[in-house]
């Protein structure tokens, strides 16, 4: 089967060494086997999402080198998408609204004394899960904001314990209760990260996930979406991340690795590459 990648980023600020080796990474993988790689512009948030940074990072990647078919999938323009696939999933019964707000969370964190810790920090404590169905209906019809949750645990019971492959780790278990009930819509945006990138990497049958092991712990989630959703399991490879001189790792604000800062200080594309690892 021909090898498909992506490299997904966010326009929330100029791209950096990191990301430089995250594209590499993803381009090699397909190319190097004659197979595709896809770049997807992932702006579902418009507060920290920006034009000008999606124009230069189209700019700089194609300045590095790789190449990508176009038009490029961005993903504001398909929330249509998103919501049929959120609508399945409240068909399936594993949905339920959360009105929470952030303070009552942590509130809510506090009085318990204890909460269980995800990746991403303390885990919701399930508030909303436990609403009767009519405080529910009365708050949705009464225009109450809400984000709309994975009930993670009744998903888990659809699908029976599931699987995914990754190059580098090898066979991993799933096990998506780690992020708790994540969200799969916010208040303000009627799509998640989870959501957008699941449902994403199925219609542009992306055979090969690449990725910052930082996102590992999200995979566990994306492998139930998929099964509820009736997608096919792409392989993952969730490759190391560079760090700086501090043994940190590269985040926006390090503005001199910026592809743009290297440029601007006359670094040619090859020289960028090998800095990104791919000589
Ligand atoms: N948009 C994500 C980011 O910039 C990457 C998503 C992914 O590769 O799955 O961190």
Same mark, same amino acid.
């Given at each position: 089967m021909s090898i498909v990648t992506r490299f997904a980023p966010s326009p929330t600020g100029h791209l950096h060494l990191g990301h430089a080796h995250s594209a590499l990474f993803g381009w090699h993988a397909a190319t190097d086997q004659g197979g595709r790689f896809l770049l997807r512009v992932e702006d579902i948030d418009p507060s920290r999402c920006r034009p000008e940074y999606e124009a230069d990072l189209l700019e700089d990647l194609a300045w590095l080198g790789p190449r990508w /078919? *176009?038009?490029?999938?961005?993903?504001?323009e398909h929330i249509t998408d998103y919501r049929a696939a959120l609508d399945r999933l409240d068909q399936l019964g594993v949905t339920y609204p959360c009105f929470c707000t952030r303070r009552e969370i942590e509130q809510e964190i506090a009085a318990a004394g204890h909460a269980p810790h995800g990746p991403d920090g303390p885990l919701y404590p399930g508030t909303c899960r436990a609403l009767a169905p009519a405080e529910r209906a009365a708050r949705v019809a009464a225009g109450t904001p809400f984000a709309t949750r994975l009930?993670?645990?009744?998903?888990?019971?659809?699908?029976?314990?599931?699987?995914?492959?990754?190059?580098?780790?090898?066979?991993?278990?799933?096990? /998506? *209760?780690i992020l708790g009930d994540a969200v799969l819509a916010r208040k303000d945006v009627p799509t998640s990260y989870h959501l957008s990138v699941t449902v994403d990497d199925a219609l542009q049958e992306i055979t090969l996930v690449?990725?910052?092991v930082d996102l590992f712990h999200a995979t566990h989630l994306h492998r139930l979406l998929q099964t509820l959703l009736g997608y096919p399991t792409p392989d993952y490879h969730h490759h190391g991340l560079l760090?700086?001189?501090?043994?940190?790792?590269?985040?926006?604000r390090d503005k001199a690795v910026s592809l743009r800062a290297l440029r601007a200080a006359g670094k040619t594309a090859a020289e960028v590459r090998s800095m990104a690892g791919f000589p």
């Amino acid at each position: 089967m021909s090898i498909v990648t992506r490299f997904a980023p966010s326009p929330t600020g100029h791209l950096h060494l990191g990301h430089a080796h995250s594209a590499l990474f993803g381009w090699h993988a397909a190319t190097d086997q004659g197979g595709r790689f896809l770049l997807r512009v992932e702006d579902i948030d418009p507060s920290r999402c920006r034009p000008e940074y999606e124009a230069d990072l189209l700019e700089d990647l194609a300045w590095l080198g790789p190449r990508w /078919p *176009e038009p490029v999938r961005r993903q504001s323009e398909h929330i249509t998408d998103y919501r049929a696939a959120l609508d399945r999933l409240d068909q399936l019964g594993v949905t339920y609204p959360c009105f929470c707000t952030r303070r009552e969370i942590e509130q809510e964190i506090a009085a318990a004394g204890h909460a269980p810790h995800g990746p991403d920090g303390p885990l919701y404590p399930g508030t909303c899960r436990a609403l009767a169905p009519a405080e529910r209906a009365a708050r949705v019809a009464a225009g109450t904001p809400f984000a709309t949750r994975l009930d993670t645990h009744r998903a888990l019971e659809l699908t029976g314990p599931l699987t995914w492959r990754d190059r580098a780790a090898g066979e991993i278990a799933a096990t /998506p *209760e780690i992020l708790g009930d994540a969200v799969l819509a916010r208040k303000d945006v009627p799509t998640s990260y989870h959501l957008s990138v699941t449902v994403d990497d199925a219609l542009q049958e992306i055979t090969l996930v690449t990725r910052g092991v930082d996102l590992f712990h999200a995979t566990h989630l994306h492998r139930l979406l998929q099964t509820l959703l009736g997608y096919p399991t792409p392989d993952y490879h969730h490759h190391g991340l560079l760090t700086n001189e501090r043994g940190e790792r590269l985040a926006k604000r390090d503005k001199a690795v910026s592809l743009r800062a290297l440029r601007a200080a006359g670094k040619t594309a090859a020289e960028v590459r090998s800095m990104a690892g791919f000589p």
